[in-house]
């Protein structure tokens, strides 16, 4: 598990000792931040990760937030339930030299709406991969984080989830795209009501 591109290009990240965290691959992460860099915003204008701050939930290794990190992200804000994942995200944060800009809640990111958690900024990315087979969390973090304001207008949402699970969205937000990796399904949303 590499960096794939950016000031850390190269860089292997550190990975997890148990079989229950499952880190995005380096083909689809590549293939998801090739999408990021033609997407355009709902209206119509592109969207921009440079400078965008980051949310990684359900965070694992932090490896999606460290890449936009390294291409050139302004902030990554990791929440993780596991303890041992917490610490594995600081450990990679210190490697890549990114301690500075990463910022990690030992936290259920599907119980957000409940949280006395506030967001440093509104984020302008989100990175939701959910444990594997685990896709009815993502219903109730979406509407945590529009809930409790953690979304700019116009965030791009990024799920990866297996590819037969079914995902009811809030109506705040709408699809852009979805892309199927084999048993991997990438879903391009927009937050599309402030």
């Not at 850390?8 to 965290?21: A, D, E, F, H, V």
């Not at 303890?83 to 599907?110: P, R």
């Not at 959910?130 to 109730?140: E, N, Q, T, V």
Request: aromatic share 10%.
């Amino acid at each position: 598990m590499r960096i794939i591109s950016g000031i850390n290009k190269g860089q292997k990240l550190l990975s997890p000792q148990i079989n229950s965290i499952r880190p995005t691959s380096d083909r689809i992460r590549e293939s998801i931040f090739n999408i990021i860099t033609y997407i355009k915003k709902p209206d119509d204008s592109p969207f921009l990760l440079e400078g965008s701050n980051v949310l990684d939930c359900f965070a694992g290794t932090g490896a999606l937030g460290f890449e936009a990190l390294s291409r050139g992200a302004y902030s990554l804000t990791c929440l993780e339930n596991d303890k041992n994942s917490c610490e594995l995200i600081y450990k990679n944060a210190l490697k890549l030299s990114q301690e500075q800009k990463t910022f990690i809640y030992h936290y259920d990111a599907s119980h957000i709406g409940d949280s006395t958690l506030n967001p440093i900024n509104p984020y302008n990315l989100v990175f939701m991969d959910p444990p594997y087979k685990k896709g009815h969390l993502i219903g109730p973090t979406l509407q945590g984080l529009y809930k409790k304001s953690w979304l700019a207008l116009f965030s791009l949402i990024i799920i990866e989830t297996h590819k037969n699970e079914k995902i009811n969205w809030p109506l705040h937000f709408s699809v852009s795209k979805e892309k199927i990796y084999g048993q991997t399904k990438i879903i391009f949303l927009y937050l599309t009501i402030k």
